[in-house]
């Protein structure tokens, strides 16, 4: 039998600018650290399996896995699958836990799968625009940075 998790209830404050990059920092290092260990499984594991270790080697050598689409694939599925996985069954990453942040929809439910890679995909294109995405919430009057506005959901900080 699941148990279902209960969600906090109630009117919560949107977080700070500050609060929102050392979340997302936390949450940086995590996904280092899960591409870091996806690409030593794939490189050391996968590939020398169907390849032999010197094949491998000299594959290294010239440059061949450097750009492998197999593993860039598997990347940005585990990252939208981090994320996705973490907001939608409890609105909170890791990162966002430790500081008390949580990602919901404007009612305070757990947010959808497609609202999940809606976020995602613009926090990316927010990052490499110099974080202006994430600067827009000290502009927008309801604190909401692009990533809460394209994919409909609100950031907001947890009581203790």
């Not at 996904?31 to 032999?52: D, E, K, N, P, S």
């Not at 996985?85 to 609105?91: N, P, S, Y």
Request: with cysteine; aromatic share 10%; glycine share 8%.
């Amino acid at each position: 039998m699941a148990v279902k998790q209960l969600q906090p209830t109630g009117d919560f404050p949107a977080p700070g600018l500050a609060r929102r990059v050392a979340s997302s920092f936390y949450d940086f290092t995590l996904c280092l650290a899960l591409l870091m260990v996806l690409t030593l499984t794939y490189q050391q594991g996968i590939l020398r399996l169907i390849h032999g270790s010197e094949a491998l080697s000299a594959m290294a050598d010239t440059g061949t896995l450097d750009r492998d689409p197999v593993l860039t694939i598997l990347m940005i599925i585990s990252l939208y699958g981090f994320f996705g996985l973490f907001w939608t069954l409890k609105g909170q990453t890791l990162g966002m836990q430790a500081w008390r942040v949580r990602i919901q929809q404007p009612d305070g439910r757990s947010i959808t799968w497609q609202q999940s890679i809606n976020r995602v995909t613009v926090a990316l294109i927010s990052w490499l625009c110099g974080g202006l995405g994430i600067w827009w919430a000290l502009w927008d009057k309801e604190s909401r940075t692009w990533q809460d506005i394209a994919s409909g959901t609100r950031t907001v900080v947890l009581p203790k």
